[in-house]
């Protein structure tokens, strides 16, 4: 393999696929080559638009001695097998979540990839966006106190997901929790450390002939607090929002969308605090200083006492957009893995790791949530 430029083999055509394979390109050393979907309309389309060689089948592209990577952009219930074949073909594996439908399939791509020192990583880009290590250094440094409790809420859209798409099929999907979840759970833990999930709901839509569980909510345990988990998927395009919150004993942290690119903070800080919240943020974040009686700058929370110098609300956005925000995110986490093909010493922000501990935390929560159906 030419360690310099890293040839990638595409597995699905869809929007999706052909978003990501931009941001890939966006990074140093990166060549597309091939690409296969079922749909073959989809797949000639991409590789018009990128100039890609079209196989009519995965087998076909695993043959090829010039594709170093496999990128697999298909529904879930296909990501244990197709993983599989291009890791037993002597390719380096990127996969959309989830990795699989059972933990125990990700355990076992896991060592199958170790054991022939290749990459297998899922593409859960969330900690690759600058916020992430932003409240990760918050928390660390306690800025505002001891973590409490947190909240993600995901109203999301249906309006392009039919009775009969995919989605809705657990045998295909996993369910809400392992579809779509996997990207929440890994991200609360890389902010709070590993987490239990303790309690897990889900919600039925009425009036259907098929089981359709739309909405599911869980409660999971950490060193310090707890956090609500909820997803829905019932919302019209135009309406679909996220919210996440984080509480500490001196004050919150807000982010808005799914992928985050607004932050609100507000809280007391004490003598010296502020200086470091600006470095760790940096200059674009905008602050309103609460008027506060010097007086009255010793307050009291927890049974214990604060002397605080600033009561602050802290707003950054990041003004590029998610969309481009997205793309950026995508595009660090390729070249990230891309380090560690040429240097097994370089450590990544994502690994294999994070592809099943954030998979168990899922399947966790689905059978807890089964035993509640309403």
Not at 40 to 55: C, D, F, R
Not at 119 to 140: D, E, G
Not at 194 to 209: I, N, T
Not at 244 to 255: A, D, Q, Y
């Given at each position: 393999?030419?360690?310099?430029?890293?040839?990638?083999?595409?597995?699905?055509?869809?929007?999706?696929?052909?978003?990501?394979?931009?941001?890939?390109?966006r990074a140093s050393g990166i060549k597309l080559i091939a690409v296969?979907?079922?749909?073959?309309?989809?797949?000639?389309?991409?590789?018009?638009?990128?100039?890609?060689?079209?196989?009519?089948?995965?087998?076909?592209?695993?043959?090829?001695?010039?594709?170093?990577?496999?990128?697999?952009?298909?529904?879930?219930?296909?990501?244990?097998?197709?993983?599989?074949?291009?890791?037993?073909?002597?390719?380096?594996?990127?996969?959309?979540?989830?990795?699989?439908?059972?933990?125990?399939?990700?355990?076992?791509?896991?060592?199958?990839?170790?054991?022939?020192?290749?990459?297998?990583?899922?593409?859960?880009?969330?900690?690759?966006?600058?916020?992430?290590?932003?409240?990760?250094?918050?928390?660390?440094?306690?800025?505002?106190?001891?973590?409490?409790?947190?909240?993600?809420?995901?109203?999301?859209?249906?309006?392009?997901?039919?009775?009969?798409?995919?989605?809705?099929?657990?045998?295909?999907?996993?369910?809400?929790?392992?579809?779509?979840?996997?990207?929440?759970?890994?991200?609360?833990?890389?902010?709070?450390?590993?987490?239990?999930?303790?309690?897990?709901?889900?919600?039925?839509?009425?009036?259907?002939?098929?089981?359709?569980?739309?909405?599911?909510?869980?409660?999971?345990?950490?060193?310090?607090?707890?956090?609500?988990?909820?997803?829905?998927?019932?919302?019209?395009?135009?309406?679909?929002?996220?919210?996440?919150?984080?509480?500490?004993?001196?004050?919150?942290?807000?982010?808005?969308?799914?992928?985050?690119?607004?932050?609100?903070?507000?809280?007391?800080?004490?003598?010296?605090?502020?200086?470091?919240?600006?470095?760790?943020?940096?200059?674009?974040?905008?602050?309103?200083?609460?008027?506060?009686?010097?007086?009255?700058?010793?307050?009291?929370?927890?049974?214990?006492?604060?002397?605080?110098?600033?009561?602050?609300?802290?707003?950054?956005?990041?003004?590029?957009?998610?969309?481009?925000?997205?793309?950026?995110?995508?595009?660090?986490?390729?070249?990230?893995?891309?380090?560690?093909?040429?240097?097994?010493?370089?450590?990544?922000?994502?690994?294999?790791?994070?592809?099943?501990?954030?998979?168990?935390?899922?399947?966790?929560?689905?059978?807890?949530?089964?035993?509640?159906?309403?």
């Amino acid at each position: 393999m030419d360690t310099t430029e890293l040839h990638i083999g595409i597995v699905g055509a869809g929007g999706f696929a052909r978003f990501a394979a931009e941001a890939f390109l966006r990074a140093s050393g990166i060549k597309l080559i091939a690409v296969t979907d079922i749909n073959q309309i989809a797949a000639k389309q991409m590789s018009n638009e990128l100039g890609l060689i079209v196989y009519g089948e995965m087998e076909q592209m695993l043959g090829d001695a010039n594709i170093h990577l496999i990128y697999i952009a298909t529904p879930p219930y296909l990501h244990y097998a197709q993983s599989k074949m291009a890791l037993l073909a002597g390719k380096h594996v990127v996969c959309e979540k989830p990795a699989a439908l059972k933990s125990s399939e990700a355990e076992e791509l896991l060592e199958l990839a170790r054991s022939r020192q290749l990459l297998y990583v899922v593409n859960l880009m969330q900690r690759y966006n600058p916020l992430f290590q932003i409240i990760k250094t918050i928390i660390q440094e306690k800025i505002l106190g001891k973590f409490l409790h947190g909240f993600f809420e995901n109203y999301a859209s249906d309006e392009y997901m039919g009775p009969e798409h995919w989605f809705w099929d657990e045998s295909k999907s996993g369910g809400i929790f392992i579809e779509h979840g996997v990207h929440f759970f890994d991200l609360f833990e890389g902010w709070l450390g590993e987490g239990r999930v303790a309690g897990a709901w889900q919600l039925q839509r009425p009036g259907l002939k098929g089981k359709i569980f739309d909405r599911v909510q869980a409660t999971v345990l950490y060193n310090d607090g707890l956090v609500n988990f909820y997803h829905g998927f019932d919302q019209p395009t135009m309406l679909d929002r996220q919210e996440m919150r984080l509480e500490f004993e001196h004050g919150e942290i807000t982010l808005h969308e799914w992928v985050p690119v607004k932050m609100k903070l507000h809280g007391l800080l004490k003598s010296g605090q502020l200086q470091g919240l600006k470095e760790i943020v940096g200059m674009t974040a905008s602050i309103h200083y609460h008027k506060t009686q010097k007086e009255n700058k010793q307050v009291k929370g927890r049974f214990c006492e604060l002397v605080f110098e600033d009561h602050i609300t802290l707003e950054y956005e990041n003004e590029s957009g998610k969309q481009h925000l997205y793309q950026k995110m995508l595009t660090a986490m390729i070249a990230d893995q891309c380090c560690w093909i040429s240097n097994h010493n370089h450590i990544r922000v994502i690994d294999d790791n994070n592809s099943v501990q954030s998979l168990k935390m899922a399947e966790h929560a689905n059978r807890l949530a089964k035993n509640f159906n309403y």
